[in-house]
C-alpha cells in the first residue's frame, strides 16, 4: 500500500483534532468554494467524519460576482455528492447593495448563507478553511490598521455566529500543504481570481508582504505570526473576562456606570469595559472606534466638564454626578 501523502495526513490530523471534541449529534458542514484550501479541508473531512461516527456535509456559496460562478457552485456540489458528503447544498447569494466594501460585502453575504444552512440542516458546526497562512496575513493587516489586541488575535479557531459553531481546523496548516494535499488526491482547485487582485489590501499582503518577510526572517515568520496570534487570543479572552465581571460591579441601582469604581480600573480592562457597555446601549458595532471609546474613556480619567461624547447609532453618554449615563438627544 502506498504511503499517505504526509500533506494529507497533516489535513487529516487537522480535522480529527477538531471533530473528536464536537458534541451534537448532527451533520459537520465543510464550507467550500472549490479552492485548494476548502477542497483539501472537505476531502479530508469526508475521510475522517464517518470515521469518527459522524455524518459530514457541504455548503458552497454562489456570490455571482464572477461569470460562470453559478457552474462553478454546481461543479462544487456534483463532486461533493460524488465522495460521499451528505447533504450538499449550493447556494446562491445576493452581494449587491449590502453596506461597506465588497469583500466586506460578499463576507455577510457568505456567513448569513452558512448560518441559515447550518440551522436548516441542525448541524453541529461548519467548517471553514482557513489555514496558518490566512491567519499571519490577518495579524499583519490588523497592525497595519492598528487594531489592537483584538484585531491582532487574528481568526479564532471556534466561535458562535448566531448559535452556530464556526470551526477552523487549519489554522495550524500552510497553505502549501492544503495545494500538495490537493495535488496529492489528484484534486484541481479553483484558483479565485479575486485572491492576485491587488485592488484588496489582503491581495497585496499575499503577493508582496509576507513574501518579503519570508525573504527577510525566513519562513518561520508565518508560524510566528500564527503563533503571535494565539497568545494575544488568549490574553484577550482573559481580559474580557474580567472585563465582564468589572462591568457587573460598576453597573449603579440609578443607571449608567459608577466613575469611581471605573476609574480604579487597569486601563486595558477599564476600556474593555466601555467598549462592551456602549454595545449594550446600542452603539453600532462595526462603527464603534478606539475614538469613541477613548473619548468615553476621557470622561472617567481626564474629567474636566467636558460634554457628551456621541456614539455611533446616535446615542450621547455623559459624566453626570458620578456616574457615566446615556443622555438624550438635545
Given at each position: 500500500?502506498?504511503?499517505?501523502?504526509?500533506?494529507?495526513?497533516?489535513?487529516?490530523?487537522?480535522?480529527?483534532?477538531?471533530?473528536?471534541?464536537?458534541?451534537?449529534?448532527?451533520?459537520v458542514?465543510?464550507?467550500?468554494?472549490?479552492?485548494?484550501d476548502?477542497?483539501?479541508?472537505?476531502?479530508?473531512?469526508?475521510?475522517?467524519?464517518?470515521?469518527?461516527?459522524?455524518?459530514?456535509?457541504?455548503?458552497?456559496?454562489d456570490?455571482?460576482?464572477?461569470?460562470?460562478?453559478?457552474?462553478?457552485?454546481d461543479?462544487?456540489?456534483?463532486?461533493?455528492?460524488?465522495?460521499?458528503?451528505?447533504?450538499?447544498?449550493?447556494v446562491?447569494?445576493?452581494?449587491?447593495?449590502?453596506?461597506?466594501?465588497?469583500?466586506?460585502?460578499?463576507?455577510?453575504?457568505?456567513?448569513q448563507?452558512?448560518?441559515?444552512?447550518?440551522?436548516?440542516?441542525?448541524?453541529?458546526?461548519?467548517?471553514?478553511?482557513?489555514?496558518?497562512?490566512?491567519?499571519?496575513?490577518?495579524?499583519?493587516?490588523?497592525?497595519?490598521?492598528?487594531?489592537?489586541?483584538?484585531?491582532?488575535?487574528?481568526?479564532?479557531?471556534?466561535?458562535?455566529?448566531?448559535?452556530?459553531?464556526?470551526?477552523?481546523?487549519?489554522?495550524?496548516?500552510g497553505?502549501?500543504?492544503?495545494?500538495?494535499?490537493?495535488?496529492a488526491?489528484?484534486?484541481?482547485?479553483?484558483?479565485?481570481?479575486?485572491?492576485?487582485?491587488?485592488?484588496?489590501?489582503?491581495?497585496?499582503?499575499?503577493?508582496?508582504a509576507l513574501?518579503a518577510?519570508?525573504?527577510?526572517?525566513?519562513?518561520?515568520?508565518?508560524?510566528?505570526?500564527?503563533?503571535?496570534?494565539?497568545?494575544?487570543?488568549?490574553?484577550t479572552?482573559?481580559l474580557?473576562?474580567?472585563?465582564?465581571?468589572?462591568?457587573?460591579?460598576?453597573?449603579?441601582?440609578?443607571?449608567?456606570?459608577?466613575?469611581?469604581?471605573?476609574?480604579?480600573?487597569?486601563?486595558?480592562?477599564?476600556?474593555?469595559?466601555?467598549?462592551?457597555?456602549?454595545?449594550?446601549?446600542?452603539?453600532?458595532?462595526?462603527?464603534?472606534?478606539?475614538?469613541?471609546?477613548?473619548?468615553?474613556?476621557?470622561?472617567?480619567?481626564?474629567?474636566?466638564?467636558q460634554?457628551?461624547?456621541?456614539?455611533?447609532?446616535?446615542?450621547?453618554?455623559?459624566?453626570?454626578?458620578?456616574?457615566?449615563?446615556?443622555?438624550?438627544?438635545?
Amino acid at each position: 500500500m502506498a504511503a499517505l501523502a504526509p500533506p494529507v495526513a497533516a489535513v487529516r490530523v487537522a480535522v480529527r483534532r477538531v471533530l473528536a471534541g464536537l458534541t451534537g449529534d448532527g451533520p459537520v458542514l465543510v464550507a467550500c468554494s472549490g479552492g485548494a484550501d476548502s477542497l483539501a479541508l472537505a476531502a479530508a473531512t469526508a475521510f475522517v467524519a464517518p470515521r469518527l461516527g459522524r455524518r459530514a456535509g457541504l455548503v458552497t456559496v454562489d456570490h455571482g460576482l464572477q461569470p460562470g460562478s453559478a457552474e462553478r457552485a454546481d461543479a462544487v456540489a456534483r463532486w461533493a455528492v460524488g465522495i460521499g458528503l451528505d447533504p450538499v447544498d449550493a447556494v446562491p447569494v445576493t452581494v449587491a447593495g449590502r453596506p461597506g466594501g465588497p469583500e466586506a460585502a460578499a463576507r455577510e453575504a457568505r456567513y448569513q448563507a452558512l448560518v441559515a444552512i447550518a440551522r436548516r440542516r441542525a448541524a453541529a458546526a461548519v467548517l471553514l478553511g482557513h489555514t496558518r497562512d490566512d491567519q499571519a496575513e490577518t495579524v499583519l493587516l490588523a497592525l497595519a490598521r492598528g487594531a489592537g489586541p483584538r484585531g491582532v488575535a487574528g481568526m479564532p479557531e471556534r466561535r458562535e455566529l448566531d448559535g452556530v459553531p464556526l470551526l477552523r481546523p487549519l489554522l495550524g496548516v500552510g497553505r502549501d500543504d492544503t495545494r500538495k494535499a490537493c495535488a496529492a488526491l489528484g484534486l484541481t482547485p479553483w484558483e479565485d481570481p479575486h485572491n492576485a487582485d491587488p485592488a484588496y489590501a489582503r491581495a497585496r499582503v499575499r503577493s508582496d508582504a509576507l513574501p518579503a518577510l519570508v525573504r527577510a526572517l525566513g519562513p518561520a515568520v508565518l508560524d510566528n505570526l500564527a503563533r503571535t496570534a494565539r497568545m494575544v487570543a488568549a490574553d484577550t479572552a482573559a481580559l474580557d473576562g474580567l472585563a465582564a465581571a468589572a462591568l457587573a460591579d460598576a453597573g449603579s441601582p440609578a443607571g449608567g456606570l459608577a466613575v469611581d469604581a471605573l476609574a480604579a480600573l487597569p486601563a486595558a480592562v477599564r476600556t474593555r469595559v466601555l467598549h462592551a457597555w456602549a454595545r449594550e446601549l446600542g452603539a453600532t458595532p462595526a462603527a464603534l472606534s478606539h475614538r469613541h471609546v477613548a473619548a468615553l474613556d476621557a470622561l472617567v480619567t481626564e474629567w474636566h466638564g467636558q460634554g457628551a461624547v456621541h456614539l455611533p447609532g446616535g446615542l450621547r453618554v455623559a459624566r453626570r454626578a458620578g456616574r457615566l449615563t446615556r443622555v438624550d438627544p438635545c
